[in-house]
């Protein structure tokens, strides 16, 4: 699996386990749905800020959210 399509698996994953919808997410990040939208179906490709941003969004370390990307992709 491509980097990009296992970090939308995580994402998606990470945000069903919260329990919160793409606005939350966006809410809680200041990023747009439109933008949470494009990463989840692996449109986009996020910055290392935006990482870190989704990171404490879900409740994680962003070297936690890189690890769970780096197993999908393995």
Not at 3 to 22: M, P
Not at 53 to 69: F, I, N, R, T, Y
Request: with cysteine.
């Amino acid at each position: 699996m491509k980097t990009q399509e296992a970090f939308a698996v995580v994402l998606r994953r990470g945000r069903s386990n919260g329990n919160l919808t793409q606005a939350d997410l966006a809410l809680r990040t200041g990023l747009t749905s439109r933008y949470i939208r494009n990463l989840e179906a692996g449109r986009s490709c996020p910055t290392l800020d935006v990482v870190f941003k989704l990171a404490a969004a879900l409740d994680m370390k962003a070297h936690a959210l890189v690890a769970a990307v780096e197993v999908e992709v393995d």
